[in-house]
């Protein structure tokens, strides 16, 4: 099964904004830094959210991340759409097809997760992220 989420971005302050998201949501909060993953070699971005997912008990789904320093961070256009889930064949196929006529800024590949990642951005201006995780033997 495929999920679509909204992705939230902010700059150096995601763990405070997703504490906030949990405190008015409720559920299980769960969050990665740059450092974890080795995903910085920027010693200011070690302890900043990689990727943080909020998971309430009615099925909700929010996640956020602190926006890389290399990169551009617009406040009112900090998010994007999340594609997550273990059918490769589907979510590759999504990933081509919105790509298409867009930019991808990051292809699909292993990420140090362990899942495969890819970023682009739509014809649209829309920043999609599609996470493929391993299927469940």
């Not at 971005?45 to 926006?67: C, F, P, R, S, Y």
């Not at 649209?124 to 469940?136: K, R």
């Amino acid at each position: 099964m495929t999920t679509l989420n909204p992705y939230l971005g902010f700059r150096d302050n995601a763990k405070e904004a997703m504490t906030f998201y949990q405190s008015v949501f409720g559920g299980d909060l769960a969050m990665s830094t740059f450092g974890e993953y080795h995903a910085s070699e920027d010693a200011a971005e070690q302890d900043k959210i990689m990727h943080a997912m909020l998971t309430t008990e009615n099925g909700m789904v929010l996640m956020g991340a602190d926006t890389p320093n290399s990169m551009d961070y617009t406040p009112g256009t900090n998010f994007s759409v999340s594609l997550s889930g273990s059918d490769e064949a589907e979510l590759r196929s999504y990933f081509d097809k919105l790509a298409a006529g867009g930019t991808i800024a990051m292809p699909l590949e292993k990420a140090p997760w362990g899942d495969t990642f890819g970023m682009c951005k739509d014809k649209f201006g829309v920043d999609w992220l599609v996470n493929i995780a391993p299927a469940a033997s």
